[in-house]
């Protein structure tokens, strides 16, 4: 994995946690982990349920009006950006409210 990324592994679940100030960025970082990712997990007999995969951005309030849709990871996988998910129980709002 890049430099700028945490990997979080609960049971059958995994999270990338990536740290980038430019959405550009954060994007490619975002290609290269999820690519490494589905790599791993090739090697090892699993596979990755595109449709539970998604992305949440912390971003301020004044760059969310630039916030895409999603994040173009794969030429054919686009990862939908979401405002809250739930982790481990808890329910994480990407305005940390």
Not at 54 to 66: G, P
């Amino acid at each position: 994995m890049p430099a700028k990324v945490l990997t979080v592994n609960y049971a059958d679940d995994t999270s990338l946690l990536i740290k980038e100030s430019e959405i550009q960025e954060l994007e490619e970082n975002a290609k290269n982990s999820f690519s490494c990712l589905r790599t791993g997990c090739l090697k090892n007999g699993l596979t990755i349920n595109e449709s539970k995969t998604n992305c949440m951005l912390f971003i301020t309030d004044q760059d969310r009006s630039s916030m895409p849709d999603y994040i173009d990871i794969d030429e054919d996988i686009n990862v939908q950006i979401i405002p809250h998910t739930m982790f481990l129980g808890v329910i994480i709002d990407s305005g940390l409210k």
